[in-house]
């Protein structure tokens, strides 16, 4: 695929997006009927502002959803102490949430324009960003090249390249190089991550780690805690978290089997959609399971089988109430969800084997004792009894895990070193403009 092919190839997807922008408020209107939009602000969509841009340097962070606004929350704290002003994008509305808690009116939150070009320069054109910052693996083709055009630029950190997506990418080798080569710098999560930026054009790479192992401790409302914690009492339990379809049924059927051994178990499950929680609080009840949903603040008697953890932002109080956890998208579903939460909060981790979002940290994990992969509901079955009935072992997997976390840390550190040579500046016209001088 030649070099003008490809050219060609971005042109076409670019006209392609403005002539369908005049039919895409179907689109927004089906996903905020679904409750994926925030009704109040899908303008934002369009790239239309909510807010005035401020004066002086602004940085442009977009995050895709939770796990990717909670592992830049450190680095914007930085730009923020530096005086520079900070538009936060995220694409859900949960994120949104947890932006506003955990960031509040210090940064400027806006829902990520659609990657139609009507929509990216409305937005570019009103924001007017210094330095624009993706998350993870956030590559949109039009909102690169527009930035590109005007010149800004874009740094990819945290950056995570899954197998499906480089496989993607080595089918269109020249439209990769066309995109990537916007990229100013790639700072990559692993190795493996960095090798594939290298191959599809990106320059220059450097490796930080993963970022979310230098976020703080998801919290926890103390008062709910103690309540849960009295009612629970001696109870044994275990938690399934960040469940996807299909991983419900199996733990349920995990809580069957191993409930033959342990009768007072009690089994907690966060399904990584709340909205479908109604849905299997019926799917539990035909089961002869009793439910208490947290949502509807319903008891805890000593008859409840499952906790339904079908609340947003509270991960830090179903973590707590556990020593064993499964993560879940890794049995049914691809590409595994994040351990290293359980791992800081004192869990021994269990998981399937899909976890190739994840490769790296589960690497670490397995290798150090903290995490265990099992096959399918009978092995997720036996290792529950196993972690329930021994708990040295689970004691060491949950000491491993914590050493494995702090032996992981340092990512921040590392991002905001490849991040200087572009914030530098920021932080001088800052300073200038509060009359401070140039120097610390």
Known sequence: ?????????????RFAGAAAFPFVGGYVAFRVSKGKEDRARRHERYGKASRPRPEGPLVW????????????????EHFLANGINVVLTTGTVTSATVAEERLGDRIIHQYVPLDLK???SRFLDHWQPDLAIMAESEIWPMTILELGIRRVPQVLVNGRMSDRSFARWQRRPSVAEALFENLAHVVAQSELDGERFRQLGARPVTVSGNLKVDTDLPPADPAALAGLQRAIGSRKTWAALSTHPGEEK??????????????????IIVPRHPERAAALKEEFAARGLKVAARSAEDPITA?????LGDTIGEMGLYLRLTEIAFVGRSLVGEGGQN????????????????IQNFRDAYRRLTESGAAKLVRDAQMLAGAVNFLLKNDEMRKAMIAAGERTVLEMSGALERTLAALEPFIHPLIVES???RGEGANP
């Open 303 to 307: 008859d409840t089988d499952i906790l």
């Open 1 to 13: 695929m030649s070099e003008r092919w490809a050219r060609a190839m971005l042109a076409t997807y």
């Open 339 to 354: 351990p290293l939460e359980p791992a800081m909060l004192g869990t021994a981790i269990l998981a399937g084997t899909n």
């Open 250 to 267: 199996i733990a349920a059927d995990v809580h069957c089997m191993v409930r033959k051994r342990h009768p007072d178990l009690l089994t």
């Open 118 to 120: 009507p929509a990216v």
């Open 61 to 76: 962070v977009h995050a895709a959803s939770v796990g990717e606004t909670m592992a830049v929350i450190g680095m914007i």
């Open 431 to 433: 300073r200038l403009r």
